[in-house]
């Protein structure tokens, strides 16, 4: 009998260290995303808020991850660190062919318009990618606009220059140093509403990209992209899910 009782406690003991294992080594998805893209993504004190990472943490409980969406920095930072494997996922975006040498791409899960914001009193209108030609531009280090108004750019040899962040971009629409910035059409307003900038306007919507969510070809999560693409098309389909409700 005394053997029998230290046999089961034996077993007992086993059975929750090998419970304590499993927990202790379960794996966390590291994402972030872009800080300033409203209502996708954006910084909120040391996270990423947003559609994008309540949809990713909703793929990470889906395969059995836990998960945590942080703040590094600007979006040239965020695909730097994406490149190097030091977050495995990035929350949202758009889909080139120079990006695909570092994530692999899910499915995409929402779409995002993108506009040239214009000075109230221009008289001109910007609605498709060769009204740009002979307009001075502003855009953000490491954005792009989608690989075909990408590659416009370059090709047209756009007058454009490139700042640091979105209050930049509409400065130099304000004092007059450039014709038009060119952003996503939601952040921006977002931006204008939120810091109450007056005398900028949209000017049509140029372009409009899918979202995807972007895993680091170097992540331990880059063999799951089926289990990653069949969560995000069961929350396409919820009306429950955050892909579904106002924002």
Not at 97 to 121: C, G, L, N, Q
């Amino acid at each position: 009998m005394e053997k029998k009782t230290i046999l089961i406690a034996i077993i007992v003991v086993a059975i929750f260290a090998t419970t304590a294992c499993c927990v202790s080594t379960k794996y966390t998805i590291v994402a972030s995303g872009h800080p300033a893209w409203s209502p996708v993504m954006y910084q909120s004190g040391e996270h990423i808020s947003g559609i994008g990472p309540e949809v990713a943490s909703k793929v990470a409980e889906d395969i059995g991850f836990d998960f945590k969406s942080i703040y590094v920095g600007s979006w040239d930072m965020v695909q730097q660190r994406g490149k190097a494997g030091e977050i495995d996922l990035i929350v949202a975006m758009y889909k080139t062919t120079e990006r695909e040498k570092y994530f692999y791409f899910s499915i995409p899960y929402t779409v995002d318009p993108i506009t040239p914001f214009i000075a109230k009193d221009k008289t001109f209108s910007l609605n498709k990618k060769e009204d740009l030609l002979g307009k001075k531009g502003v855009v953000t280090k490491g954005d792009s606009y989608g690989q075909e108004l990408d590659d416009y750019i370059v090709k047209a040899n756009l007058d454009i220059t490139v700042v640091e962040t979105p209050d930049q971009g509409f400065s130099m629409i304000k004092e007059g140093k450039a014709d038009y910035f060119l952003y996503s059409t939601y952040a921006g307003k977002a931006i204008i509403a939120e810091k109450n900038i007056s005398g900028i306007k949209e000017s049509g919507t140029i372009s409009e990209q899918p979202f995807y969510m972007a895993i680091s070809k170097k992540s331990p999560i880059a063999k799951y992209m089926n289990q990653i693409n069949a969560s995000i098309e069961r929350q396409i389909s919820d009306p429950n899910s955050s892909l579904n409700k106002p924002h």
